[in-house]
């Protein structure tokens, strides 16, 4: 077991262009790790709708666009954005230690889509 302090170092700052994802499988986990200019998020890379990798979508502000039929997801809650995606995406803690970007897989979370509701 990955105990929740674990961070797991991915790839150099300099390596995730700016407003693009990339994915990254860690271990089981495929993950989508974006490059928002002023910090580094990191979700799961399979849209909840039919799989879409994530890593490949459009990014505008803290939404991410996917790349199969448009879904949109918030990259900090992992909320859906739109109402016709009903479903959440995991997203994991980031850091940056020594110009390194680092991805805490246990401490990932997803919230419930009745906590997004108004
Ligand atoms: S697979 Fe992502 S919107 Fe359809």
Do not use: Y
């Amino acid at each position: 077991m990955t105990p929740a302090n674990e961070w797991i170092k991915i790839t150099k700052v300099e390596n995730l262009p700016l407003r693009e994802g990339r994915p990254v499988k860690l271990g089981g986990v495929e993950i989508a790790l974006f490059n928002l200019g002023d910090r580094f998020v990191a979700v799961e890379n399979q849209c909840p709708h039919q799989g879409g990798p994530l890593c490949d979508g459009i990014v505008s502000g803290l939404h991410v666009v996917c790349p199969l039929h448009g879904w949109k997801f918030d990259l900090e809650s992992g909320a859906p954005v739109q109402a016709s995606s009903p479903n959440c995406i995991a997203t994991f803690p980031t850091r940056v230690n020594d110009g390194v970007v680092q991805v805490n897989l246990a401490g990932g979370s997803r919230i419930e889509p009745e906590e997004t509701a108004d």
